[in-house]
């Protein structure tokens, strides 16, 4: 999840769900982007680039 503005009905369901981390700020993802937009990504394909903040995946 990105931080972006909402209404404040968004923020209270958002608020009441649990959550394991705060949303992420725009720069957090950002190198993934740049990693998927640079020639070294050329030669990736069929894979799944976890950004998940460090947190594990089952």
Excluded: C, D, H, K
Aim: aromatic share 10%; net charge positive.
């Amino acid at each position: 999840m990105t931080w972006t503005p909402w209404s404040s009905a968004s923020r209270a369901r958002w608020a009441a769900r649990p959550s394991p981390q705060p949303p992420a700020q725009p720069a957090e993802p950002a190198p993934a982007y740049v990693y998927l937009a640079s020639q070294g990504a050329s030669f990736v394909t069929a894979e799944i680039l976890n950004a998940t903040g460090g947190t594990p995946l089952p």
